[in-house]
């Protein structure tokens, strides 16, 4: 018998949101959320700090930008406050890098990178995403 391995992605791992003031949003996400973040954690090279709700085997990441280069200060600038990016998780994000590539669509990230907690990431452009930000997200082990 052939074993049939699953391909493609598990499941919403998080949803990114652009904020401001990510003290004041983390009051508002807690509000809403019945819970505190669980963590709390700065991305120097992304020019971001960000926080991390748990909700059920989902999450909500709020993202602020720490410098007027963050891709999340110029997506402020464009767009204002909201959701910013659907984050997929994967099993084997160079597979999926692939798969996708060879599809023809087109990647920020041709080459994984690590991202906030414990992860490793990679962008699909929101021009091959139709006009979402879509992020693929691999526990980094
Ligand atoms: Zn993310």
Redesign the pocket.
Known sequence: MRLHYFRGMNKIE?L?IAVKDIAQSNQIFEDILGIAAYKQEEVESEGVKTSFFQVGESKV?L?QATNDESPIHKFIEKKGEGIH?I?FAVDDIHAEIARLTGKGYRMINEQPKS??DGKI?AFLHPKSGNGVLI?L?QDAE
């Open positions: 998080h990114g990441e993202l990016h984050a991202g906030a990431i992020e997200c």
